[in-house]
């Protein structure tokens, strides 16, 4: 075996089985996007590499560091880097969208991957479209690559609404299927993530009128309600209690935020009424409180944020809205309820003081009925939720 080149000062060093001229092109970023681009009469120099070697040599790049990623995005890859993925073959897909995933925590570089614009020598290509239809692949790779761009898009409130407009439009099964499926936790991580942002509500500045709001908040119930109707409630149970047990690729290190991204979307699903006797239905509270109290061995223990999620979760169960005086029913009074200056935790209203001896207790408002009286449907699911964690 021959010696190793000296690379850069505090870069790689030249691998054995790399020529002069590939090694000098590799240290090269200009170079490297021209043979990501392809041979066309633009190109300043011949192009040894294919487009997938340039998208894989800039992706080891890009990995580097995030100031080398907005270096990548200011040489102009972004653009090339989607006609590449469009272009090349099935198994040369990979290092393409690692590329576009990778570029994608830029801002600059997430608004020209939705702007549809003609790069010459590439006509207009929607990358959005293009991402959804190679989500299922042979290849987990470029699964995993395909759903890292789209949760990465979805992060930004200028890219997000691309995003939450093909889901609406195609419908969020993909997306859910990969959440529960993908043989990579990465990928089931970032799938999670990507739902959870898409029914969040935008942030609106202070002085937003109050109809915008309402249609605002009118939008993220229907879009819970569509992924409620796709199984995404079912879904995210079932592989919360699997523990990401069927991946074989990112486990260890992704597994935990994988199942910790899960619970966090089902702690904001469960903001819609209709989602708590869904979670019911599929046994979430069993799961849940397996998970907390350590019966249910997985890489989740480890995680605070998933713990508090998941507590969150119980807690939407066991606690409905709406209740008249935010009072306890007689089926959950094995709960305590700490008081913190006077005003019960979780409730709006101040804990009253106890009457002063000799003095008659007062009467509660004859209009203010007792939860159990007015809760309806939400209290049976609420003592429901209350015997099975009794249970536990």
């Known amino acids: 075996m021959g010696k190793k ?33 392809g041979s066309c009469v633009f190109n300043t120099i011949n192009c040894i590499l294919t487009r997938s070697e340039a998208a894989m040599f800039l992706w080891q790049h890009a990995a580097s560091s995030q100031a080398k990623k907005e270096e990548i995005v200011q040489l102009g890859a972004v653009p090339h880097a989607i006609a590449a993925f469009k272009a090349v073959e099935d198994h040369e897909r990979a290092p393409c969208v690692g590329l576009l995933h990778s570029l994608a925590t ?82 089931r991580r970032d799938a999670a993530r990507c739902l959870k942002e898409c029914c969040t509500l935008p942030i609106l500045p202070e002085d937003t009128p109050e109809h915008i709001r309402a249609k605002e908040k009118e939008k993220e119930k229907e879009t819970k309600t569509l992924f409620l109707q796709h199984g995404l409630v079912e879904a995210s149970i079932r592989t919360v ?88 029913p007689s089926s959950l009074k094995h709960f305590d309820q700490p008081i913190v200056g006077g005003v019960v935790l979780g409730n709006s209203t101040p804990a009253q003081p106890p009457p002063a001896e000799g003095e008659t207790p007062a009467e509660p408002d004859k209009d203010e009925e007792s939860a159990e009286d007015k809760g309806g449907a939400q209290n049976i699911v609420c003592k429901e939720a209350s015997v099975k964690m009794e249970k536990m």
Not at 9 to 19: A, F, L, N
Not at 167 to 177: A, C, D, E, T, Y
């Open 106 to 187: 830029v801002e600059v570089a997430r608004e020209q991957m939705v702007n549809v614009k003609p790069i010459p020598p590439h006509p207009p290509i929607n990358l959005v479209p293009l991402l959804f239809e190679h989500l299922h692949t042979d290849s987990t790779a470029t699964e995993t690559g395909v759903m890292g761009v789209i949760c990465n898009l979805s992060l930004s409130e200028y890219s997000r609404p691309s995003i939450l407009k093909e889901i609406l439009s195609k419908g969020p099964k993909r997306v859910i299927h990969v959440m529960s499926n993908s043989l990579n936790a990465e990928a």
């Open 241 to 328: 209690a699997n523990g990401c047990t069927e991946c074989v690729t990112g486990v260890k290190i992704n597994g935990p935020l994988a199942i910790e991204s899960i619970i966090g979307l089902l702690h904001k699903m469960l903001q819609l009424e209709e989602s708590k006797t869904i979670f019911m239905e599929f046994e979430g509270v069993e799961g849940l409180s397996a998970l907390l109290s350590g019966k249910l061995k997985c890489s989740f223990e480890n995680t605070l944020q998933g713990k508090a999620s998941a507590a969150g979760c119980l807690y939407s169960i066991a606690i409905p809205q709406g209740w008249a005086n935010n009072r306890m």
């Open 5 to 37: 080149g000296k690379g850069a000062k505090g870069g790689p060093e030249k691998p054995d089985t790399m020529s002069d001229d590939v090694w000098a092109l590799f240290n090269n970023s200009t170079d490297l996007i021209q043979n990501l681009r």
